[in-house]
């Protein structure tokens, strides 16, 4: 069963290739222009949630984006069922594909943190608080993307919610700045929104905070919620 699900994830992988024109444009230009236009305008205090944001972006329309429209097509094309047919079980088959295209987005990572440092001087305080945020929020992120990919039927249903419901946790939730500056009455419906775990984690990453720890736990218990609610899809198909 390991040895099936590692060939699925590196078939899974050598398929990325195919938009790598694409690859290449938003993990190297998009983020330069995105921490230059943010960060310049922001105030010194405010520059690591930049960064912050910026890789929460990435995990947020990334990773839920891509694997939901991989889900989708692989299912629209027949792969899907001839992969089941062949005797792999669908809920391997469909982490392999969540997984594969998460892990795709740890090869952005360095470059945005390496252009945070450089052009916003945004330093890491805690490399292992780091890792935990980054892992968790990828796996949330898969999982979620997972959820939706199987969840609609229609591949171009999830083509459109995929980027909108990516784009919606980006910028209506607290990524690019603190909660403390959303007034009280709306404050707690921004716990409902994963994104602000994620750019929490991170952020407090940043300065070495062990706070980082307990914000990436919220994430990882919003990642089991996104595996049963797959799980429940699956059964139900």
């Known amino acids: ?102 892990l ?5 990572v360095p470059i945005i943190l390496i252009l945070g440092e450089y052009l916003l001087h945004v330093e890491i305080k805690s490399i292992p608080y780091l890792i935990v945020a980054l892992i968790s929020s990828i796996f949330m992120g898969s999982m979620m993307g997972m959820a939706l990919g199987l969840g609609i039927k229609n591949m171009y249903a999830v083509n459109q919610y995929s980027v909108i419901i990516g784009f919606v946790l980006s910028f209506f939730a607290p990524v690019y700045f603190p909660i403390t500056f959303i007034p009280l009455p709306y404050r707690y419906i921004t716990f409902l929104e994963p994104t602000t775990y994620v750019s929490q984690a991170l952020y407090y990453s940043f300065a070495g905070n062990i706070i980082s720890l307990l914000w990436s736990f919220g994430i990882i218990v919003f990642g089991f919620i996104f595996v049963i609610l797959s799980r429940y899809v699956i059964k139900r198909q």
């Open 104 to 108: 795709a987005t740890l090869i952005m």
């Open 1 to 102: 069963m390991l040895t099936e699900f590692i060939n699925l994830i590196i078939m899974q992988i050598k398929m990325i290739k195919a938009y790598l024109p694409a690859f290449l444009f938003f993990s190297i230009l998009f983020p330069i222009g995105f921490m230059l236009v943010f960060g310049y305008i922001s105030i010194h205090s405010l520059t690591p949630y930049i960064v912050a944001g910026t890789i929460t972006f990435y995990i947020s329309v990334g990773v839920l984006t891509s694997v939901a429209q991989s889900l989708a097509f692989e299912r629209n094309a027949g792969r899907f069922s001839l992969m089941i047919a062949t005797g792999i079980p669908r809920e391997l088959y469909a982490i392999s594909i969540a997984l594969s295209n998460g």
